[in-house]
Each structure stands twice: as C-alpha cells, then as structure tokens.
C-alpha cells in the first residue's frame, strides 16, 4: 500500500555532506509526517529528523545546525542534507512515515528499508 523509497548513503569523510532522499509511493493514504531514523551497533535507535505536512521540523540534538530536512510535499519526498559528517553520524538511515489510509482512522508507520551512510577518513 506504501513503499518508501531511499537513496544518497554512502561514504564520505569527516566534515564532508550527502543528502538522502525518500520518496513515499503508493494511494489511498494520507501522509502525517515523515522523517529519518537512524542506528548504528552500540548506539540506541535515534529518531534525527522530523517533517511535518504541516511543515513543522524536529531535530536531534545531536544534528542542529548540521542537519537540514525538508520536504517536497506534492510528491511525498522528503530529504535530509547533511553537513559537516562526523564519524558520529555513521549508521543506517530509515526512513520512516505515517500515515492515515483513506477510510481509515488509524494512524500506520512504514519504514524504508534503510540506507547506509558511513562517515570515515
């Protein structure tokens, strides 16, 4: 019914930038906000960055002023720009969505398969 779809990880070194992408197909649903999730061993799941359709923004302390999301709202995309990486930053990135499907009343999560982003010298 929804399928996300991500791109943009990929190596970089310290203090360099990516972008990820995430564009979010399918009908019948109605899109709450979507955003990025990330974890990597040893560290606890993090939820980065969030957008809303009401084009509200939350970021983990760990990226302000680094991280930027926004969002393609016509196309149900959402990018995430990264700047300054630290080796901090590595992890997979998911993104992640939610969403009410037309007649329903539930609000649903999908999460896209994930991309890694690693950050190395």
């Known amino acids: 019914q929804v399928h996300l779809a991500e791109s943009g990880g990929g190596l970089v070194q310290p203090g360099g930038s990516l972008r990820l992408s995430c564009a979010a197909s399918?009908?019948?649903?109605?899109?709450?906000?979507m955003g990025w999730y990330r974890h990597a061993p040893g560290k606890g799941g993090e939820s980065v960055a969030v957008i809303t359709q009401g084009g509200s923004t939350i970021y983990a302390d760990s990226v302000k002023g680094r991280f930027t999301i926004s969002g393609d709202i016509a196309n149900n995309i959402v990018y995430l720009q990264m700047n300054n990486l630290k080796p901090e930053d590595t992890a997979v990135y998911l993104c992640r969505t939610q969403i009410i499907a037309t007649g329903g009343r539930d609000a649903m999560t999908y999460w896209g398969k994930g991309t890694l982003v690693t950050v190395s010298s």
């Open positions: 399918g009908s019948g649903f109605s899109i709450i906000d």
